[in-house]
């Protein structure tokens, strides 16, 4: 992502993030593959629609392989809709965001720039400078609040006929601090019954963006571990899975002794989000230990958690023979264990980490420059 502002000077590459809800689902803007993102959308489409009928995953499948194009033209270097009940009825919002290089112009100028062209574009919409709390502390940013009805193809309409749907639009322009990128959030729902809804929601997700350096990041991959987030409350939901793969570990582990020590569960940057320079909280650890078990019975016991875990699908990532073992569910992307057994102090130390939700852009992203 590092881009020429001068032929002599260079902007310093961003890794930039933000977590979005587990109940939203990505599009596959990543690709130009037509088959790929096909594949990748239907899946999707299953996923979301589970009882559904062949009728409706066909209906959701058109509606958003007709924008995907849209978006990734456009420049989207994330997209992603949700598709939930809310009081009984189907409510649906879609969250995009894009990413313009910046050149020969700096964060205060855009911002002014920006506001003045889009009061002219859309001289109906609320338009206006904000602060927004973020990751780093206040940015300032553009928004943009308004109409964007659109047509409804024949082929995803109930009707069986081309319909226009209303529906309401943000538009948050942030200039990132390096001078050379603008991102653009933006959220779209028709259903605008549940506008306040959604409307704290993306606020929500705005506080969350995060970005790094490249120095910053060398910094914080030196340390690559998870890092608590002081003051921040993890999710209840989440907390609740934690513990549920806690007592299975526990049952796998076979052995009891002493635990009335370093039981915690804390708000995390992840790992992976760490050695990016991404420190604002992305997921969720419990950490726990027994105490007071002789070392045979607890080196014998992590040989039994792995074999056990790896029977159930789960993958291993490191380890070393009734020393420590490391492993992931789903193929790597969800939960993450690791037990370590501590020589010398009749101690094992458990970690248990939930899935990561930020989305990470950064200078290895090929989608994002």
Request: aromatic share 6%; with cysteine.
């Amino acid at each position: 992502m590092t881009e020429t502002t001068t032929a002599v000077t260079r902007t310093p590459g961003l890794h930039v993030g933000w977590v979005l809800p587990p109940f939203f689902h990505e599009l596959p803007v990543d690709t130009e593959d037509v088959e790929e993102a096909g594949e990748r959308l239907y899946e999707t489409v299953r996923q979301v629609l589970p009882g559904g009928t062949e009728d409706d995953r066909f209906r959701m499948f058109v509606t958003y392989a007709s924008i995907i194009d849209d978006l990734r033209n456009a420049g989207a270097v994330y997209a992603g809709f949700c598709n939930l009940d809310v009081d009984g009825r189907a409510s649906t919002a879609t969250v995009a965001v894009y990413r313009t290089p910046l050149q020969g112009i700096t964060a205060a100028d855009v911002l002014t720039e920006a506001l003045s062209a889009l009061q002219r574009a859309y001289p109906d919409d609320e338009v206006r400078i904000s602060t927004l709390p973020c990751g780093r502390g206040d940015s300032q940013a553009v928004v943009r609040i308004g109409d964007a009805p659109f047509t409804l193809t024949a082929e995803a309409s109930p009707t069986g006929e081309p319909l226009e749907v209303p529906r309401g639009q943000i538009q948050v322009y942030i200039p990132l601090p390096n001078d050379a990128d603008l991102l653009v959030f933006e959220l779209s729902t028709p259903s605008m019954q549940d506008w306040d809804l959604y409307s704290e929601l993306f606020a929500t997700i705005l506080r969350t963006l995060d970005w790094a350096t490249e120095e910053e990041a060398e910094m914080a991959a030196a340390l690559s571990q998870a890092q608590p987030v002081p003051d921040v409350t993890p999710d209840p939901a989440v907390v609740q899975e934690l513990y549920a793969h806690s007592s299975r570990i526990l049952d796998a582990l076979g052995v009891r002794g002493r635990m009335d020590e370093g039981n915690a569960v804390s708000a995390v940057a992840c790992a992976d989000c760490w050695s990016r320079g991404l420190t604002s909280v992305c997921t969720a650890r419990h950490q726990w230990q027994i105490d007071d078990v002789d070392e045979p019975p607890l080196a014998a016991a992590v040989g039994r958690l792995d074999e056990a875990f790896q029977a159930q699908g789960w993958i291993k990532l490191a380890g070393v023979p009734g020393r420590s073992a490391s492993l992931a569910a789903d193929g790597g992307s969800g939960h993450r264990i690791t037990v370590t057994l501590i020589e010398g102090r009749r101690r094992l130390v458990v970690e248990v980490v939930a899935p990561c939700t930020r989305i990470v852009r950064g200078p290895g992203d090929s989608v994002f420059g």
